[in-house]
């Protein structure tokens, strides 16, 4: 909300300068986001009277203006098509900073000294735009007759404007008498009331009727004669710009003054052009559609208040009138709709037809039906006042529930038991006064009780912590200490899944590659984009099966690639590894986030925390020490086979694995004691392609599902004793047909080996002509050790022939000498 | 033939000096004390002397072989030394250029910073939980005191999730975790909540759809709002700075009454007044206040004897404020040399 500094300083008198104004409200709850300064730049702009205009000799759209402002008389070169003589207009003197008249964009320049056609102008005419005060560049701005000649504009004009932002609780401060209140039981200031209209009804009742109780509690019309559709007086007019709102006529601004005033919106009919010259505020029949006066035809759902003459609708009951029924050139006699809407019913509404208005705005936050009086009574003596000749000719009340002030009760106790700290007796019901909550101390059994009663414009309060608020906030939270919490200390337990987390983006982090976060939401072009064929998506998300039922989807998505919750962390890991290969050579990265597996029904998703690695471009970029190479499955198998016995994973094996997203060769399932927790594989080169990356580079991911894997229990560590006998390190090669697994022929000499061999290490593979065609030579160097004794030559020749005897039965192998 | 000793003594030990590495000494050594070497043979020409000369001459042979040997110990050590200076010499390398790293990666700045105020909180007792991101309306509105149909709703402009019976939202807060931890839970409670929120938002440079939240909450008997502000401020002394100062200021948060909004000092102007500060002096980092009664109540807490505070704050704000992040963008739609920058976070 825009609050004129200038207006709430007539509300409330104060000395406090506008920044400590500022400071005050926004620690109160009023929180002030900017102040703007009109008029800042406006040191050599100054009043003027237009006392002649002489024609331009050498053209024909501009005239020469004599423009009088104190000592100065000057001659202004205009095309202004509105300047004539007699008028008071604000004069720029060379050296004024003005905002360009022709940019789009707010411009400062500065006003030089020209001449225009042969005519040298001694200064400018400013339009509002020029100002700053408005985009009207049509012509220039025109102040009233009674402006003072040839003082500075900002004397005139100039004001601050608090940037208020109102939060949603906050109806009883969404008005300039509102914010005045509060500045005034801040600063301990009475508020200077404006004049009200002595009013009561008259004439027939009923000229306004309520068809709905249940949306309109409260309807209050008046007809005023002899009015007309003049412009507002300058003041008016002026308030109205420096809150944002455009001046109409003098009958509509009258209603948009009052609003402001007094935050409650009101809207003036043109009388005659109501069918039966009255009004009601019903539902919308159904089908029934209304232009709105923002020329929108719309159709009103049976849901929608409506304010209707006795054939239709006239007006979308507290958002928007009709065009029909507005004031034009011809109204002579207005009825004045003012009521009280129900805040539900105005916001479902205005959500319906995307109109948030001023009013709206207001009605939302649930207005207190005893200010329709009040604002009826502040328009009708603006009416008057504008219009001294105009009449009250009817006035009708419809409220049939009146709302009355409510009582709270707050124990004297509950402020420390909230606070932590407690303020004297004076002065918690000096606050009290102050707010207008005519507090009472009543003694209820061995308990003092503060009693308050509460306005009914204050519907924001409602239980006995709101007032221990209002306390605390005017006196202050500056008055509160800074302690830290007693009472009892209760153990701090660490989630294992979190452990796990960390410790996997720690270990990950090690290894090298670097943490990414991505938006968890897909697309199906997405899902279809993990098919080699893109043509349906796949039966396999990553380590996930797809579900039966559908995907977790958004009703109304930011973009509609972002419609869906991620089943698998794979495509948002492409996603990213496309987007990090256009700037980097090598791409390591890895995201601990979850998957949302649709559970179907209304049933919440199950979210597993997942973790997805993907390698990309080169393993390592060409330096002194490292020729380039692509990346490929073993360099992510062997960060999966660091990570996962860090993180107490033991018993890990990597079966070949068919996955529609994965090279069909170079894919692996991950599995962790018998149970598979997660894939592993290079990217098929159509799905990498898919999501962007170029054929020529190598893309490796894995995901691994760390509910999963938690759930089947991770190792502590265990220790066991260290031989001090030397170890002794023996070579052995195994020959086996090329089909083989190394796996299962590793597990074979590590069980030939026996318990004395302490590390078993595959480190060469042979083909060639050593060895026969279709076989493969495995090498192993195998590290021995006993607890107790050095080893005889004895046992070495012993397990060689054991190492021999098991990879023949259990691979088909046989151990070269 | 003691002038014939004498004369193999001179040869052998110029023969020796003049020895200057390693293969050029074993060749002296074999030539003069291997097994057929010139001592040896001299010690065989003692059947060629006379009888009475042979005690002599056999003490002059093995003296000159004691002599040989000590003189080449010592020579051996020389060239030794003499060979490893020069090798060290010859293997002289430039330190400056690069050496071989290892690669490291970087945690993601915000992962980083909810370890960072998660270990805060911990320190201060409090249990770090999480909770579904996929949630009931009815846990991230109704039972937080935001009715449907209110305005107060509008603050959080929500991400639905198709579902044919209850209203199932993306959070847009973690607040709903307070009313699942106080229904699986008893007073004392303390807890912070790290997680992911989602709202129907345009992006620009300080607002993403997707963000994250730590949520705080103690509920207890004597729990008051000046342990919330001792907390916070103890907090933010901890992240921001020890000379911090720190303010509340009245707000409004449906699910708290009453609600303030908790800022410190601005560490870029100290207090000046700033482009971060907006010239106010002071940076809000979040939301908190005492848990609305109505809260405690939706979940069965008595609210006469339980009381209880909840506050909310932004990770990626706070990443921003901390480092200077100039766009919140960099976070999910930057690149790794963005992320890179990180590395040096400090995490605990």
């Known amino acids: ?817 | 033939m003691h002038g014939e000793i004498d004369q193999v003594r001179n040869e052998a030990l110029a023969a020796l000096a003049a020895a200057q590495t390693s293969s050029a000494l074993a060749e002296w050594h074999s030539h003069y004390l291997g097994r057929r070497g010139v001592l040896t043979q001299l010690m065989r020409q003692i059947s060629q002397i006379p009888p009475t000369e042979r005690p002599a001459y056999g003490q002059a042979v093995n003296a000159l072989k004691e002599e040989l040997s000590a003189a080449f110990t010592a020579r051996q050590q020389e060239v030794s030394a003499q060979e490893l200076a020069q090798q060290l010499t010859a293997e002289t390398v430039d330190v400056t250029l690069p050496g071989r790293q290892p690669t490291l990666g970087t945690l993601h700045p915000v992962t980083a910073m909810i370890r960072e105020v998660t270990g805060i909180f911990a320190r201060l007792g409090f249990q770090v939980v999480e909770g579904p991101e996929v949630e009931y309306s009815a846990y991230a509105f109704d039972a937080l005191n935001i009715p449907q149909d209110h305005p107060a709703r509008d603050v959080w402009d929500t991400i639905y999730i198709d579902s044919p019976g209850r209203e199932i939202v993306l959070r847009p807060h973690t607040s709903p975790m307070q009313i699942r931890v106080m229904e699986q839970r008893q007073p004392p409670i303390r807890v912070v909540v790290p997680g992911r929120c989602y709202r129907y938002e345009a992006v620009d440079a300080t607002h993403e759809w997707h963000f994250h939240q730590i949520e705080g909450l103690a509920v207890d008997e004597h729990i008051t709002m000046a342990d919330l502000k001792g907390t916070l401020a103890a907090f933010a002394r901890q992240l921001f700075g020890q000379e911090r100062r720190v303010r509340f200021r009245c707000d409004y948060f449906p699910f708290v009454e009453p609600g303030v909004d908790f800022a410190i000092d601005c560490m870029f102007c100290h207090g000046e007044g700033c482009r971060v500060c907006k010239g106010t002096g002071w940076i809000e980092i979040l939301g908190a206040g005492m848990v609305h009664p109505q809260v405690l109540r939706n979940v069965g807490y008595d609210p006469e004897r339980y009381t209880g505070w909840a506050f909310g704050m932004g990770v990626e704000r706070l990443v921003m404020l901390k480092y200077g992040v100039p766009d919140i963008r960099l976070f999910y739609q930057g690149d790794l040399r963005f992320l890179a920058q990180f590395s040096r976070t400090t995490v605990w």
Not at chain 1, 661 to 670: F, K, W
Request: proline share 7%; glycine share 6%; net charge negative.
């Open chain 1, 1 to 817: 909300m825009r609050v004129s500094v200038r207006w709430l300083r007539e509300l409330v008198p104060t000395e406090l300068s506008t920044e400590a104004i500022a400071e005050r409200l926004t620690l109160a709850g009023l929180a002030v986001e900017a102040i703007e300064r009109i008029g800042e730049h406006w040191e050599k702009i100054f009043t003027g009277l237009v006392e002649a205009i002489a024609p331009h000799p050498n053209a024909d759209r501009l005239v020469l203006a004599t423009v009088a402002a104190g000592t100065h008389r000057l001659t202004v070169v205009t095309g202004a098509p509105n300047i004539a003589v007699g008028q008071k207009v604000a004069l720029a003197l060379p050296g004024a900073t003005l905002y360009d008249g022709h940019s789009i964009e707010p411009r400062l320049m500065t006003l030089t000294p020209s001449t225009i056609r042969g005519i040298r102008s001694e200064g400018m005419v400013c339009s509002e735009k020029e100002l700053g005060l408005s985009d009207d560049h049509e012509g220039i701005m025109v102040l009233p007759d009674d402006t003072p000649v040839g003082v500075p504009l900002a004397d005139v004009l100039g004001d601050e404007v608090l940037e208020i932002e109102i939060t949603p609780n906050l109806v009883h401060a969404f008005s300039m008498i509102g914010i005045a209140r509060e500045l005034g039981a801040l600063t301990k200031q009475p508020v200077n009331y404006p004049a009200l209209a002595e009013l009561a009804p008259c004439g027939d009742p009923t000229l306004v009727a309520i068809d709905a109780s249940d949306l309109c509690a409260r309807f209050v019309g008046v007809v005023i004669e002899g009015v007309e559709p003049v412009p507002s007086p300058w003041w008016m007019q002026q308030r109205l710009r420096v809150a944002g709102m455009r001046p109409i006529n003098a009958i509509v601004d009258i209603t948009n003054y009052v609003m402001l005033e007094y935050g409650q919106p009101q809207h003036a009919y043109d009388r005659a052009r109501l069918h039966g010259g009255r009004l009601i505020a019903r539902r919308a029949r159904p089908g029934e559609t209304l232009e709105t006066i923002d020329h929108v035809h719309r159709t009103l759902d049976p849901d929608t208040l409506v304010i209707a003459d006795e054939e239709r609708a006239v007006g979308i009951a507290g958002i928007m009138g009709g065009r029909e029924s507005e004031i034009d050139e011809e109204t002579r006699v207005v009825l004045l709709e003012t009521a009280n809407f129900d805040m539900r019913s105005i916001r479902r509404t205005a959500r319906a037809q995307r109109l948030r208005t001023e009013a709206s705005a207001r009605f939302e936050r649930g207005l207190d039906p005893n200010l329709a009086w009040t604002a009826t009574r502040r328009a009708v003596m603006l009416f008057q006042q504008l219009f001294p000749q105009s009449r009250i000719t009817n006035v009708a009340d419809v409220y049939p529930h009146p709302r009355f002030p409510r009582q709270i009760q707050v124990p004297r106790r509950e402020i420390p038991r909230l606070l932590g700290t407690d303020f004297s007796d004076d002065e918690i019901l000096d606050v009290l006064h102050r707010l207008e909550l005519a507090p009472e101390v009543i003694q209820e059994g061995h308990e003092q009780v503060i009693v308050v009663t509460v306005p009914t414009y204050r519907s924001d309060l409602t239980i006995k912590a709101d007032i221990v608020e209002e306390i605390a906030r005017v006196i202050g939270y500056d008055k509160l200490p800074e302690r830290l919490p007693v009472g009892q200390t209760v153990p701090v337990e660490v989630d294992p899944l979190l452990q796990l987390v960390r410790a996997v983006q720690d270990t990950l982090v090690g290894e090298g590659l670097t943490e990414i976060i991505t938006y968890p939401m897909i697309d199906e072009a997405a899902l279809r984009a993990l098919d080699p064929a893109e043509r349906e998506a796949p039966n396999r998300y990553g380590f996930f099966a797809r579900p039966d039922l559908p995907l977790v989807r958004a009703v109304n998505p930011i973009r509609p690639e972002w419609s869906m919750m991620r089943p698998s962390l794979l495509p948002t890991l492409l996603r990213a590894g496309a987007e990090h290969l256009k700037f980097n050579a090598a791409v390591s990265i890895f995201e601990v986030g979850k998957v949302y597996l649709p559970r179907g029904g209304d049933q919440l998703p199950d979210e597993r925390r997942v973790v997805g690695c993907l390698l990309a471009g080169v393993q390592h970029v060409r330096d002194l020490y490292h020729e380039e190479r692509p990346v490929d499955f073993f360099d992510l198998k062997g960060t999966i086979e660091v990570l996962l016995p860090r993180v107490g994973a033991l018993d890990v094996t990597f079966r070949p694995l068919a996955h529609p997203s994965l090279h069909p060769g170079r894919a692996a399932e991950i599995v962790v004691k018998g149970e598979p927790v997660g894939v592993l594989g290079e990217v098929h080169p159509l799905v990498a392609e898919h999501y962007g990356i170029e054929r020529h580079h190598r893309v490796v991911a894995a995901e691994i599902d760390l509910s999963a894997l938690l759930a089947l229990g991770l190792e502590p560590i265990s220790v066991h004793p260290v031989s001090r006998f030397q170890p002794i390190e023996q070579d052995f090669a195994i020959v086996v047909d090329e089909a083989v697994p190394a796996a299962l022929v590793t597990e074979a000499v590590r069980l030939g080996a026996g318990p004395l061999a302490t590390n078993v290490r595959l480190f060469d593979v042979y083909r060639g002509p050593a060895i026969p065609a279709g076989k493969k030579s495995l090498a192993f160097r195998v590290t021995f050790s006993a607890l107790d004794q050095p080893l005889s030559d004895e046992q070495l020749a012993s397990i060689r022939e054991t190492i021999a005897r098991v990879v023949h039965e259990r691979v088909g192998g046989a151990l070269r000498q």
